[in-house]
């Protein structure tokens, strides 16, 4: 099994700042086979970015995933208040189980 | 547009069964492979099982195999989830989920429900 694990586990900054998100795989992971996703509180996730760098229809451009490998990066350029949230790294590769992160919680300051 | 809706939640005493179901509509049911993923209260997520597209392939995590089964019905376009053996740590929110590409391929999750929660409790 993949793990995977996310840092920080609570971010906190202002709306307008730039927040750059981690998800470390213990084994290498296909860049085609890793997405983020964003929670909001009593709600189901949404995906954000697929294939590690790829944006989900509707996601606006302020975010944006890179990485490869065994390190990936979710960056949000700007911050919006309804950017507020939880989000999950998730690898879905070639063998099941797929796993996600424990989360980042990116809290207002 | 696509809709995937969670039924069959609520509180059962450890030991026990229940099943939960997925009602689909919006998209060719019969195309896709289907997730079930949960979160316990206060936890993250975590991936639960995969039916592919036909049916013929059914994946779990470890933690329930041997006590959960998957199922489709496609005439119904309606996902299943049986749990069987329950305890408390499988006290969790309940979401069905499909994938974003058909017919199997390694996807991510484009589509998700509102979420069914189960309490597992005497």
């Known amino acids: 099994e993949i793990e995977l694990t996310q840092s920080p586990g609570i971010l906190s900054l202002s709306p307008g700042e730039r927040a750059t998100l981690s998800c470390r795989a213990s084994?290498?992971?296909?860049?085609?086979?890793f997405a983020w996703y964003q929670q909001k509180p009593g709600q189901a996730p949404r995906l954000l970015i697929y294939?590690?760098?790829t944006r989900a229809t509707g996601i606006p451009d302020r975010f944006s995933g890179s990485g490869s490998g065994t390190d990936f990066t979710l960056t949000i350029s700007r911050l919006e208040p309804e950017d507020f949230a939880v989000y999950y790294c998730?690898?879905?590769?070639?063998?099941?189980?797929?796993?996600f992160g424990q989360g980042t919680k990116l809290d207002i300051k | 547009q696509v809709q995937l809706v969670e039924s069959g939640g609520g509180v059962v005493p450890p030991g026990r069964s229940l099943r939960l179901s997925c009602a689909t509509s919006?998209?060719?049911?019969?195309?896709?492979?289907m997730h079930w993923v949960r979160q316990a209260p206060g936890k993250g997520l975590e991936w639960v099982a995969v039916?592919?597209?036909?049916?013929?392939?059914?994946y779990f995590t470890d933690s329930v195999q041997g006590r959960f089964t998957i199922s489709r019905d496609n005439s119904k376009r309606t996902l299943y989830l049986e749990m069987g053996s329950l305890t408390a740590e499988d006290t969790a929110v309940y979401y069905c989920?499909?994938?974003?590409?058909?017919?199997?391929?390694?996807?991510?999750?484009?589509?998700w429900g509102q979420g069914a929660p189960v309490t597992v409790s005497s």
């Open positions: 998730q690898q879905y590769g070639s063998s099941f189980p797929y796993t």
């Open positions: 989920a499909r994938d974003q590409a058909p017919y199997g391929s390694n996807s991510e999750f484009v589509f």
């Open positions: 039916i592919s597209f036909d049916g013929n392939n059914k």
């Open positions: 919006g998209f060719t049911f019969t195309s896709y492979s």
């Open positions: 084994q290498s992971v296909s860049s085609r086979s």
């Open positions: 294939a590690a760098s």
